[in-house]
């Protein structure tokens, strides 16, 4: 998926990710303010989930509940190294099945699948976002 979108169609391009993706483990890329935690919010809605969708900055991961399983949502920005990653488990969430929303991926990249999928945003000067899948 190689795609430019408007906030308007946020709901059908996250609609496209899920029937897209091969892997539950998901890598949101792209600067501060671009619309991470926003397309997040809309994948858990898509998924089924009723839950406050908030970044989890300080907690580094926040757990919802979809329709019958459970998302997990990863935010690395304020990770000093590593093993802060390790020490919340980690591996243990990346290899439940569950979805994996991983902001800020770039922090931890030494830990993470092979098989995650990449998830580049960028902002086009007219306000609309792109986004491509890898």
């Not at 619309?35 to 900055?57: F, Q, R």
């Not at 591996?91 to 902001?103: K, P």
Request: charged fraction near 30%.
């Amino acid at each position: 998926m190689n795609k430019t979108y408007a906030l308007k169609d946020l709901s059908a391009v996250a609609k496209s990710i899920i029937k897209t993706v091969q892997h539950k483990v998901l890598l949101f890329k792209g600067e501060m303010g671009v619309g991470k935690t926003t397309l997040i919010k809309e994948l858990c809605k898509e998924l089924g989930s009723k839950d406050n969708i908030s970044s989890p900055t300080f907690s580094l991961v926040n757990e919802y509940n979809a329709k019958d399983e459970i998302i997990y949502h990863f935010d690395f920005y304020r990770i000093e190294d590593e093993e802060e990653a390790l020490d919340i488990g980690l591996e243990d969430y990346l290899y439940s099945n569950n979805w994996c929303f991983i902001e800020w991926p770039q922090n931890i990249e030494n830990l993470l699948p092979l098989d995650a999928v990449e998830i580049h945003l960028s902002i086009l000067e007219d306000g609309s976002r792109k986004i491509q899948l890898n």
